[in-house]
Nanobody, 125 residues
């Protein structure tokens, strides 16, 4: 079973950049699709980005498309979220998640789970 730990959040001004990391331990990281979700205060957790097990396909929420880039390094058991041109509305706790199935070539956003503890991203205007 994969265990996830997010890092890299912080405070940044609008227009700035951050790179989030999600380190996985246990399980077979390279076989799983991975994703990022976020939850703003008093809002539900929402999908941000996802990537297939081999990095061959990605999917982004419309709100971040063109600004965020998800990537992974299977040798390091780590998935990243590069966030550029940050906006105040990006402020949220960001969570890493995993699709429990192996080697699936579809990004099943509704099936991701096993959340990490999250990392806070705050974008000031």
């Amino acid at each position: 079973q994969v265990q996830l730990r997010e890092s890299g959040g912080g405070l940044v001004q609008a227009g700035g950049s951050l790179r989030l990391s999600c380190a996985a331990s246990r399980g077979t990281f390279s076989a799983h699709n991975m994703g990022w979700f976020r939850q703003a205060p008093e809002k539900e957790r929402r999908f941000v980005a996802a990537i297939t097990w081999n990095g061959g396909s990605t999917l982004y929420a419309d709100s971040v498309k063109g600004r965020f880039t998800i990537s992974r390094d299977n040798a390091k058991n780590t998935v990243y979220l590069q966030m550029d041109s940050l906006k105040p509305e990006d402020t949220a706790v960001y969570y890493c998640a995993v699709d429990p199935l192996y080697y699936i070539n579809i990004l099943r956003v509704d099936q991701f789970g096993s959340w990490g503890q999250g990392t806070q991203v705050t974008v000031s205007s």
